[in-house]
């Protein structure tokens, strides 16, 4: 059980709840937070003070009265007409993602929402309740509107949900489930969209799985530097000494253990080709971006995003502050670094598999890994594979954080594209673990020669060989391939 209590959290915290591995719970300091924040937002209304989303309308409607009696209304019909996504559904890991997130942002006590407005979301979560939310249609600012807009229809019983992948009306789930549908009060609709937690979702699942890709990249190339018969001398702890960026010290750290006890690695060879030579400058300045984008991710886990929001002074008087933390700009930018940064992953990968199927390049192993060639074509058409997985994210590198068109009549000027920046992140991830699955299933093809001529794996890179062995064969003709790609993709590289 994770008890929502005001502790920081992480992107793995995140993650586990989302993949349904924790349950959610609202602390007693937070409901006290909560509660407290409330009565100030209700004496507010019964006071007639004008608070923007609270007594106004929104955006360029900001100077719009709302009557008190029509207070609760405009928070329902900010829902509805706020609710319009397109495209395919958001997995469900995302969605859950963005439940918690939004339970855990209302809880800090700046936003004025009644625990009900909480401990429902936590139930639907608890209750493996999963709303429908289309994947597009959010600028990243003001917040995610249109994906958390959907999120909360189910939350007021009006939207649609996932059952065994089907969608479906939400009022008979939530009866079946015992929950019972929040009627929002005022600020309370505004509160649960204005935010980062879609882009924020993602964001963490994206993490989630750069996290492993990053080893598995170590892993794939110190094979790969077997399969060639590379020199150990490029890895050696005084070259990274004196050019001392920490992923590159780390990676370079990384390759002589997972070597360690190797007879396959050549070192009385000069030098390599720069996707062996140069891995721990490659690998670890993707090390590196990635510290940058866990910081990120992990303070926008443990912000405040909606607007406006509640604080009180030494002397216990209320402040409602218009601002911008639903502004997804600090999300837009660390997607699209993750993005690029580990779409080198897979293009220094696709390098390596290039120079092991290549005999010009292989040192002595036979062209594209197969015994007859000509008969057989071997591994030639896995690198195709890893070309078009590569330039296709070289596509979807391109920043969506430097775009921006305005929306609600000019107020929201320039927006941020946060959600469209994870989104494309996610894409490039995946197109990485296969790439990285392909050269797994290439340098173990490639060491099996290495092996026949009485060489030996370091002890490490055995074990990952092994683990390729375990679903993969070694091909002494063509086969049909792609099961076994699939197979490493998922057990091996995404799951370890």
Known sequence: MLTINNQDLTFEDVYRVATGKEKVALGKTARQKVERTRTAIEKAVDNNEIIYGVTTGFGAFKNTAISPQDVAKLQENLIKSHAVGVGPLLEEAVVRGMMFLMANYLSKGYSGVRPVVIETLIELLNKGVCPAVPEQGSVGSSGDLAPSAHVILVLIGLGEVVVDGKTVSCAPVLKKAGIKPVQLQAKEGLALINNTSCMTAVGCVAMHEATRLLEVADEAGALSA?????TTKAFDADIHRIKPHAGQIATAARLRELLKGSTMVNNDKTQDQYSLRCMPQIHGAVREAYAYVKKVVNTEINSVTDNPLIFFDAKNNVKVISGGNFHGEAMAVAMDTLGHAMSELANVSDRRIASIVDPATSNGLPAFLVEKGGLNSGFMILQYTTAALVSENKVLSHPASVDSVPTSANIEDLVS?????????????????????????????AIDFRLKEGYKLGKQTSGHYKAVRKLAPYFPEDAVYYPYVNKLAEQVVRNG
């Open 226 to 230: 077997e399969a060639l018969r590379a």
């Open 417 to 445: 594209m946060g959600t469209i920046a994870a989104r494309k992140a996610r894409s490039i991830l995946r197109n990485i673990t296969n790439v990285l699955a392909i050269e797994l299933l290439t340098a173990c093809q």
